[in-house]
């Protein structure tokens, strides 16, 4: 990184973000109070209130959201007459799968190779450690040029839409003229990215229920419907020979015109075991970033260990349907709903629930707070021009925020990288890369105040 000043204040604050991190980290708080203690998110909202305060923020407040979650909220005042950006991140993180197979502890940060493990590093909680550093960064050089907000989410993970009804139900609270939403991702390490796609989603539990209970499979197999064979022909019935999904009434067919992912070097970022192919068809980036996406994430049915010879007579199942920009979401999950009902067999009953929904997103990256990031990351990664890229995942706030304040420029960075393996085990973060978008955050509020 070329030597300036606010790249050598944030070189000096990278022992305290690392700590600060640590911390943060410790909290497990996965929004699913089924599964994880309401307190560990509560008190992860509590740390960050008390760090925003710290760094003189005025207003903090825990907004209690409509879907029973926790978001943080807090204003900086910078000088009359200036713009206002918003800043986004988000506190909650998603459950850390078979902790048994994490390396070190999940909510344990570990510096190893030199990343920074644990669940949170990267989506989001290192989000905000970036925007904190931003600031005393500007702070430290000549003060912060703009008036900032901040608003950090405890439910984003879910899906379950807290925050963006509290948005709609007070509009005047996150009014801005710049949005950075900070929980995007480079590329790769090294190449600054902004990310100017998300796909949308929908989420829908499937249930089939054929038989009154459980039968003998030895005395009634081969002639009950079993519920589970079912479930697998509906499951089934969602993707091509191919792997391509295939939702009646859903065209598959767009193409991704901006930065090309290599096939390779996807095999490698996937982590694919070699002799398995890729599914689905067109290039990497269509695949992901342009095309609709069905993913099955978990089944009830019986487990091996322990499993009698039955019959089943109920088994249900969780998918997700991401959904590129151009699609309505709600069209798609009506679309899924008819799909699952028409393909499942034998007339057994089928109803679904939709638990979590969310549009696409598409930016406008002519405007000038792009301009002014262009060139902050030009500052930050020196030799290298910022790329555009799409992102397979959903930030259902973006739309949220871009239909009340449509006149905001709404930019998407941050820390999830490939190699930050977000929602897997062994999710980690780049210090380097968080070192690097802290001084692009920064120079980008410089430049966003004087354009």
């Not at 005395?219 to 009950?224: D, I, K, L, V």
Request: proline share 6%; glycine share 10%.
């Amino acid at each position: 990184m070329s030597s300036n000043p606010v790249a050598e204040t944030v070189a000096t604050l990278m022992p305290r973000a690392k700590a600060e991190l640590t911390e943060l980290v410790a909290f497990r708080s996965v929004a699913d109070f089924d599964q994880f203690p309401r307190s560990e998110s509560e008190a992860a909202a509590d740390w960050i209130t008390a760090a925003l305060r710290a760094e003189g923020f005025e207003d903090v407040a825990v907004l209690e959201t409509p879907d029973g979650t926790q978001s943080v909220y807090g204003h900086l005042r910078g000088p009359e007459g200036a713009r206002t950006v918003l800043l986004y991140a988000h506190y909650d993180v998603q459950p850390p799968l078979d902790e048994s197979g994490w390396t070190t502890p999940p909510f344990e940060l570990t510096e190893r190779d030199g990343r920074w493990y644990g669940r949170g590093t990267a989506d989001c909680k290192g989000g905000f450690i970036m925007h904190l550093l931003a600031l005393r960064a500007l702070k430290a050089n000549g003060g912060v040029p703009v008036h900032v907000k901040v608003i950090v989410e405890g439910s984003e993970e879910q899906g379950t839409g807290g925050l963006e009804r509290y948005a709609e139900q007070h509009p005047e609270l996150l009014t801005a003229d710049a949005i950075v939403i900070g929980d995007s991702g480079n590329f790769r390490v090294g190449l600054p990215t902004a990310t100017s796609t998300l796909r949308g989603m929908t989420m829908l539990r499937v249930r089939i229920d054929t038989l009154e209970g459980n039968l003998h499979s030895g005395q009634f197999g081969g002639a009950a419907p079993d519920a589970l064979g079912a479930l697998i022909r509906v499951l089934d019935s969602l993707r091509a020979e191919d792997g391509s999904t295939t939702v009646d009434g859903l065209t598959g067919n767009e193409r991704w015109q901006g930065l090309q992912y290599d096939e390779e070097q996807f095999r490698r970022d996937a982590k694919v075991l070699d002799g398995v192919e890729l599914i689905g068809s067109g290039t990497v980036a269509d695949r992901i970033w342009a095309r609709p996406a069905v993913t099955v994430l978990g089944i009830d049915c019986p487990p091996v260990v322990g499993a009698t010879p039955s019959v089943q007579a109920g088994a249900r199942a969780l998918i997700s349907l991401r959904v590129p920009p151009g699609v309505d979401a709600a069209e798609a999950t009506k679309l899924l709903q008819a799909h699952l009902e028409a393909h499942t067999p034998w007339g057994a009953r089928v109803s679904t629930e939709q638990i979590g929904q969310g549009q696409p997103f598409s930016a406008d990256t002519r405007s000038p707070a792009y301009a002014a990031m262009a060139d902050a990351m030009a500052v930050a990664y020196p030799g290298q021009e910022m790329q555009y890229a799409g992102q397979g995942g959903s930030i259902p706030l973006c739309n949220t925020l871009a239909a009340l304040y449509p006149a905001a420029e709404i930019l998407l960075i941050g820390l999830s990288e490939p190699e930050a393996q977000i929602h897997a085990v062994d999710e980690s973060v780049s210090p380097e890369e968080l070192e690097r978008l802290s001084v692009a955050e920064a120079l980008f509020l410089r430049n966003y105040a004087a354009s």
